[in-house]
């Protein structure tokens, strides 16, 4: 007893610093040139993959933390420097949590290593859900998977919409529907390797922020992969399809569901990295603008802003690291807590992004000072990997065992 502490150890300390000093030096000086120019950074990745951030053995690191926190705490660091380009180097790993969540062992081996190539040869990896219409409602996905028994191949066909990386990422993962009249529980996943004929992008979408990152349609057509690919395997697939037609449990949906609250808190120290960058750079700011004959710090108006701002991210940051503890130790998300720190996080971050502006008045507005792009960015927060209204329906059916809708 006696040992709780929330102090992080020399390790994460140490990975703390470093990729701070990555976030401070080699992104944040690019960051809103990349906004501007609404492109992959692929300099910056480079020299992500050159200096190891960007590696399998990186994130293998992170995740084996037995706190939980290092994966979180790299992604707060790096969203600082700029929450785009830290999707546009770490939107692999989304990819990498479907291979590993669905996957067994010998296809964990076989693909992972294929999500992040080497520093000479980049890689990329995408994880593709979303459609035009199936969102929020994933057990609505229309792109079919066919078995064809003769080639022992999967085919394809349907689009994906929204897809960080889409198009440009070499290994795709693509949740499909086996049996429609299933739902989500006549899903898989399916591994679609390089190169693979019949995958191509659709449209590239223009978006409000985080512009560094890559999201586009991905049209999937007579789309052949091998056996290999169905993540799980096919025994295991039929096995499951037919428990589910007999009416009993998938048993999937309660692990998947751990999954995402396991990989929630990622997303949410991102949106806690930006919230921390505007309210640090208000700060200053308010310390220096001198307004009636005083800095505007000396207002209540403006320090109380602060203190709401700064306590705000420190729950934000607690929920966040709590969450990540307990899915790295297994423990059981009761009350949707894994939900609860990216809603509360990505809710914080838009206030926090507002507050800044508010406190940098008209200089806040141009795109002279980073504030009006943080705000930009923070919003997706509350949309992607769940938006805020689906975290709420998630906690409250938690916490009160009944269905809410
Ligand atoms: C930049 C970006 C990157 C993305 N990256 C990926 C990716 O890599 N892979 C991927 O698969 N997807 C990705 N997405 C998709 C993202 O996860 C979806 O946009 C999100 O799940 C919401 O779906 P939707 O946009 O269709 O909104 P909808 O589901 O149509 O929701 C519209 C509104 O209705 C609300 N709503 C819906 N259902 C309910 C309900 N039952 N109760 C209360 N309110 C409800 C929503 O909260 C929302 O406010 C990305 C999206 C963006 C914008």
Redesign the pocket.
Known sequence: MGDFSLELNEDQTQIQKWVHDFAEHTVRPVAAEWDEREATPWPVIEEAAQCGLYSLDFIANAWADPTGLMLPITMEEMSWGDAGICLAIF?TT?GVVGIYANGTPEQVMEWVPQCFGTPEKIQLA?????EPDA???VSSLRTRAVYDAATDEWVLNGT?T???NGGIADIHVVVASVDPSLGSRGQASFVVPPKTAGLAQGQKFK?MG?RA?H?AEVVLTDVRVPGRCLLGGKEKLDERLARVREGRSSGRSQAAMATFEASRPTVGAQALGIARAAYEFSLDYAKERKQFGRAIIENQAIAFKLADMKMRIDASRLLVWRAAWMGRTGKTFESGEGSMSKLFAGETAVWVTEQAIQILGGYGYTRDYPVERWHRDSK?YT????????QR?IIARNISGVHI?
């Open positions: 939107g989304l995408a994880f593709a859900v979303s969102g929020s409602d994906k929204w897809i960080t978006k985080i990152s999201t997706i949309i992607f990997e769940g938006t805020s209204e689906i329906l809708k």
